[in-house]
């Protein structure tokens, strides 16, 4: 059996269970997107000019710092709720196999795992690779090697993970959004200079969004 597992509370016994991966995989992403937006809200308060930064070399730093930030929180997190703000949206939660809570170096080794395993040290194009090969086995063998002796549980859908969804989309957007803003102001702020119409033009459209 494997450890994805869903108790039902009526029965207490273990129905067949669910393969989500593109839940998990969203569900990370989120948690990853929610702690880039507060970097880039506390770094526009110190450095407006370095938040709106969009060279490659910064945004391989924001990973890396994202990341860092995960490692600080997610433990925590699992450790007392069993699940992120992520999995809490996309009906996903880790526990041991007698239901208790993971404990923080449990959570931090499990995450540790996830970073070389899953996600190939966020190197670019090659954690894409990593994240391939990790949904082969996953659709196979219906677990992952940072699960092996725990439960994560795969709640069927509901309304709230489609709200999940939603809040992907809406990050997606912001995030390319502000990016855009982010160079505008870049560029008007390197030179003592009137803003063009279509500058104006364009930053009035986003304002609306």
């Not at 945004?59 to 703000?85: I, M, Q, R």
Request: overall charge neutral.
């Amino acid at each position: 059996m494997t450890t994805d597992a869903i108790l039902t509370t009526e029965t207490n016994e273990t129905q067949t269970p669910l393969k989500a991966p593109w839940r998990r995989f969203f569900a990370r992403s989120l948690d990853l997107g929610l702690l880039a937006t507060l970097l880039n809200l506390c770094l526009s308060f110190f450095s407006p000019m370095k938040a709106s930064n969009s060279s490659f070399a910064w945004t391989l730093l924001e990973t890396y710092l994202c990341w860092l930030f995960l490692f600080l929180l997610e433990p925590l997190f699992l450790s007392k709720w069993g699940k992120t703000p992520g999995k809490w949206l996309f009906g996903l939660s880790v526990h041991q196999k007698d239901g208790s809570l993971l404990t923080r170096s449990q959570a931090f080794e499990r995450l540790v795992k996830i970073f070389y395993v899953g996600e190939g040290y966020a190197i670019p194009f090659y954690s894409l690779y990593r994240n391939y090969k990790c949904y082969e086995i996953y659709t196979e063998e219906g677990t992952l090697p940072w699960d092996n002796d725990l439960c994560y549980e795969v709640k069927p859908f509901r309304l709230r993970s489609a709200f999940g969804y939603i809040v992907i989309v809406l990050f997606a957007g912001i995030f390319m959004d502000g990016r855009y803003v982010g160079m505008m102001v870049l560029v008007n702020t390197e030179e003592v200079r009137e803003w063009t119409r279509s500058e104006r033009s364009s930053i009035s459209e986003l304002a609306k969004v």
